[in-house]
């Protein structure tokens, strides 16, 4: 690993598996990422063996922290009970001692939204910004991280809140993938986001919500169409956020 690294991040989804060593000083990767595709049957083992891989290949020495995004909410020293993006093998398993047994190494697990929000908070579009931060990510789904004064409020699920009787579930309503299935324009598009958005804002009362995910290449043809009062704007790293977060996280909680 090159010496302007000074921590290595690895975000893990259901079709691909990227790393990449991380400068934390510029919040960007310090050589290009190695994606690997995720195996047909994502079984921790072979996920596990994956990640290994990758460490292996950018010669990360057994000092600096690893940090691991992973798609599902993450408590240290608990296993998991949910997973939708893996196989289902992974319920019951403690996250953070299979990758860790399987690197040889400790490495440091957060949850893919959380490290997508945080790397918004310490280097893109929420940088300095102070009270609550609402980051989402609109894809296959809705993911949103919570973070107040620069603290991560971890594992918050808010794009399954209930918005009325009849959409029970945010993002099966809001999602940019609900966008493409029922072939929504972006105006019509928006108009669903102000109902998800505003909701959130009554809720919880932010500073600032970002929007992430790979639509927010075209965040000007929606955002500016989104009624509400507080600030929203979109997120700056974009698909290197899930790396660059968890590689930071990872340094915050080395010893």
Known sequence: MIETAQAFGVDIGGSGIKAAPVNLEKGEFAE??????TP??????????????????FEVPESAPVG????????????LDFMANLDQSWIGVDVTEVF???????????????????????????????????????????????????????NSELG???LDEKHLDAEKYAASSIREQKDLGYKKWAKRLTKYYGL??????PDLFVV??????????????IEIKTPIVPA????????????????????
């Open 200 to 205: 959130m804002e009554t809720y919880l009362n």
């Open 212 to 225: 992430g995910g790979g639509v927010s290449r075209m965040s000007d043809r929606f955002l500016p169409y």
């Open 68 to 79: 691991i995004a992973f798609p599902a909410p993450i408590k240290p020293g608990k296993k």
């Open 160 to 162: 399954h809140i209930i």
């Open 100 to 154: 860790s047994e399987a690197c040889g190494r400790p490495v440091v697990v957060v949850n893919d939204a959380d490290a997508a929000g945080l790397a918004e908070q310490q280097f893109g579009a929420a940088q300095g910004q102070d009270g609550l931060v609402v980051a989402t990510t609109l894809g296959t789904g809705i993911g949103t991280a919570l973070i107040y004064n620069g603290v991560l409020i971890p």
């Open 40 to 57: 047909e049957v994502s079984t921790p083992q072979a996920v596990a063996a994956i990640v290994r891989q990758q460490l292996e290949h």
């Open 236 to 255: 700056k790293l974009r698909n290197e956020a899930g790396i660059v977060g968890a590689a930071y996280y990872a340094s915050t909680k080395q010893a």
């Open 32 to 37: 290009p990422r190695l994606k690997i595709l």
